[in-house]
């Protein structure tokens, strides 16, 4: 079977937006976990530079629009909606790993991702086969095993935050599912968090703590896994049906596991394959229930 340019341009966008997401996770554990950079300097850093790279590819792709036409039509772009999750989710995420434990946090995002959209999802109208709510609770409990080793009764503080985070997610997840412009929709809705930016900036600076090693992780986390991360999110979300992005985005602790074996020295345990076969399993299950495409 020859695949189209939409499945290709599906399955690639997918696997580089999921490996973002992971690669976001490692650097948030390498950063906020070592202690090399407070929670509110690199939530700055990360949206600011992700904006920032942001306008730079999108000049990049318009350079024979004139400038001034450009801007005015760029502010039609994005949503203040989609600027307000996208700060949530960011600054729920950075404060929520100073209490939370890296396994715990991850379980809390991911569940209250998966449950808000496919909560919303049903709520508006949508209903899921016998196949689906098999491969979603497949998936899920395997999600679950992959976190397990480390499950403790966490703060409420922490606890709150990160499902925050988590519901700020599957929010913006959804708001783009409309988007036909996916990378003017995700500049502007950086460039709306600029206000808020500002704000945090002026709230917490007396309490910012900033090292060499911390930025460069937030940098990379701005620019890679957020500001590229989320563009090529936005552009396959419209392809994506029901309550496959919730799903697939189960995918990304088991990314995130491998990536921690070759950049963070953890080791890839039997525990660890076992979980990751149960949430891939989950998703091909859900994926080949209906089409997607």
């Not at 290709?8 to 554990?29: D, E, H, P, Q």
């Not at 809390?108 to 196949?131: D, H, K, P, W």
């Not at 957020?226 to 496959?244: C, F, H, N, R, V």
């Not at 949430?279 to 091909?284: A, D, F, N």
């Amino acid at each position: 079977m020859i695949l189209n340019n939409k499945v290709i341009k599906l399955v690639l966008g997918t696997v580089l937006a999921l490996v973002a997401f992971a690669a976001n996770s490692i650097f948030c554990r390498l950063a906020l976990g070592a202690g090399v950079i407070d929670a509110s300097g690199f939530t700055l850093i990360r949206l600011f530079s992700g904006t920032i790279t942001l306008i730079i590819l999108w000049l990049l792709l318009n350079k024979s629009t004139k400038k001034t036409e450009s801007y005015r039509t760029l502010m039609q772009f994005g949503s203040w909606k989609g600027a307000f999750y996208l700060f949530i989710y960011a600054l729920s995420f950075s404060y929520a790993y100073l209490t939370l434990e890296t396994g715990l946090g991850a379980l809390i995002l991911f569940a209250a991702v998966q449950i808000t959209m496919i909560l919303t999802n049903i709520l508006m109208g949508g209903r899921l086969s016998r196949s689906e709510w098999c491969g979603v609770i497949i998936a899920f409990s395997g999600f679950v095993y992959l976190v397990s080793p480390t499950i403790t009764s966490p703060s409420l503080e922490g606890f709150l935050l990160m499902t925050a985070s988590g519901v700020a997610w599957g929010f913006y997840s959804m708001n783009g599912k409309s988007s036909k412009k996916p990378l003017e929709d995700t500049l502007g809705n950086f460039v709306r968090t600029l206000p808020a930016l500002i704000f945090l900036f002026v709230a917490t600076f007396d309490a910012l703590s900033l090292t060499v090693t911390g930025v460069i992780f937030a940098l990379a986390s701005g620019v890679l896994a957020s500001g590229l991360g989320y563009a090529i999110w936005y552009s396959i979300l419209p392809l994506l049906k029901g309550t496959t992005p919730a799903v697939l985005q189960l995918l990304v602790p088991v990314l995130a596991a491998i990536g921690g074996v070759f950049f963070v020295g953890e080791a890839f345990s039997l525990h660890v394959l076992l979980s990751s076969s149960f949430i891939l399993g989950g998703v091909l299950m859900v994926l080949f229930s209906k089409k997607i495409v």
